[in-house]
């Protein structure tokens, strides 16, 4: 078992910048790969970015690529979204999530993922 709590969420306006953070206990975080997602109200939870077991490979959404960046410090068992430039349609629950399926590479796909947390809040106003 793999317990994922995440942090960092908040109000904030327009162009600003949040970085969140995915604390993991359990079982051995380094062979995990990550995933962030997010869900806005009435919408389905989307692909934010991956990150593999050991940060050699990391992927991102189109709607996020150049403003968000995806890391990890296996030492602390943590991975973190770096979000910049934040626009009103990135609010959201945003979601961590860890996989032991695709550890290698990280995945987009929400049926990869074994473990999530219980999401925290990005509110961003124009």
């Known amino acids: 078992q793999v317990q994922l709590v995440e942090s960092g969420g908040g109000l904030v306006q327009a162009g600003a910048s949040l970085r969140l953070a995915c604390a993991a206990s359990?079982?051995?975080?380094?062979?995990?790969?990550m995933g962030w997602f997010r869900q806005a109200p009435g919408k389905e939870r989307e692909f934010v970015a991956t990150?593999?077991?050991?940060?050699?490979?990391?992927r991102s959404a189109d709607s996020v690529k150049g403003r968000f960046t995806i890391s990890r410090d296996n030492a602390k068992d943590t991975v973190y979204l770096q979000m910049n430039n934040l626009k009103p349609e990135d609010t959201a629950v945003y979601y961590c999530?860890?996989?032991?399926?695709?550890?290698?590479?990280?995945?987009?796909?929400?049926?990869?993922?074994?473990?999530w947390g219980q999401g925290t809040q990005v509110t961003v106003s124009s």
């Open positions: 999530a860890a996989s032991s399926k695709v550890a290698g590479l990280g995945s987009s796909l929400k049926e990869s993922y074994n473990y």
């Open positions: 990150i593999s077991w050991s940060g050699g490979s990391t």
């Open positions: 359990g079982r051995t975080f380094s062979t995990y790969a």
